[in-house]
């Protein structure tokens, strides 16, 4: 009796079972005790700071993609326009190449159309001083000696010969300084050209930071060309060369 007064039974205990469910409005977190609450909150914040975080980390990192895409953008159109510039230079270096190797052709086709003239003017000769030394066999021969007539007409003919010679050997000097100067000046632009071939070589294996700068170079120096008056070809050079080269006659 007294083990059930101090121990007493409820009359109506509560079936946890048969709790009425929470209301439609209620939160998730309504039916936690409030410290677990408070818990599931702050985890949930966390989560979220760390969503935030890795959002904020992804943004940063499309945003430096961006920049350096836009720098590799900038670099690609400085090299492409560097491109450009060394195949036209090289156009224009391969165009004077070509003229002078023409011109030193030319010069050489001249040469030798000049030598073989002068060959058939030196056999000429040859030919005209048998038969002056034949007329004068024959003139100091009073049997077979011909008239002055005839005489005269040979010594005209030997110095109409002997002057072709002689303008034949002016001729031929001055071509062969011509050729000279010429071969000279094709060294010259030769040399030029390829020095000008180096520096574009250089100048397109350099740096990319180097790109803007090097770049306005030719572009300015296109400038000067307009303005400035064209260079001189190798031909005119040697004309202006041949004005102050003596020449002297060879024998």
């Known amino acids: 009796m007294a083990a059930q007064q101090l121990n007493p039974t409820p009359s109506n205990p509560i079936d946890k079972s048969k709790e009425a469910p929470p209301p439609h409005n209620s939160t998730w977190t309504d039916h936690l005790p409030a410290n677990q ?24 990192g499309f945003s430096d993609y ?57 056999q000429t000769m040859q030919t005209l001083q048998a038969a002056v030394q034949e007329q004068s066999v024959k003139a100091n021969n009073p049997v077979i000696g011909e008239s002055d007539l005839d005489r005269l007409e040979w010594a005209l003919e030997k110095e109409r010969l002997e002057a072709r010679i002689a303008d034949l050997e002016k001729e031929k000097s001055a071509m062969v300084q011509d050729h000279h100067i010429a071969l000279a000046n094709a060294a010259d632009h030769i040399r030029e050209v390829t020095q000008r071939a180096d520096e ?52």
């Not at 040697?238 to 020449?247: D, G, L, M, N, V």
């Open 37 to 60: 609450q408070l818990i599931e909150v702050d985890q949930m914040l966390c989560n979220i700071s760390t969503m935030l975080g890795a959002a904020r980390s992804t943004i940063s």
């Open 66 to 122: 961006a920049k350096t895409h836009k720098a590799y953008e900038h670099a690609y159109h400085q090299e492409r326009k560097m491109r450009f510039e060394c195949a036209r230079a090289y156009e224009d270096l391969h165009g004077q190449y070509n003229g002078a190797v023409n011109e030193l052709n030319s010069m050489y086709k001249n040469n030798r159309s000049l030598h073989k003239q002068l060959e058939t003017a030196q």
């Open 200 to 251: 574009l070589q250089k100048l397109h294996e350099g740096s990319p930071d180097q790109v803007q700068p090097l770049a306005v170079e030719p572009n300015m120096n296109n400038g000067r060309d307009n303005a400035a008056p064209s260079k001189p070809t190798g031909r005119a050079t040697r004309s202006r060369k041949r004005k102050t080269a003596p020449r002297t006659a060879s024998k």
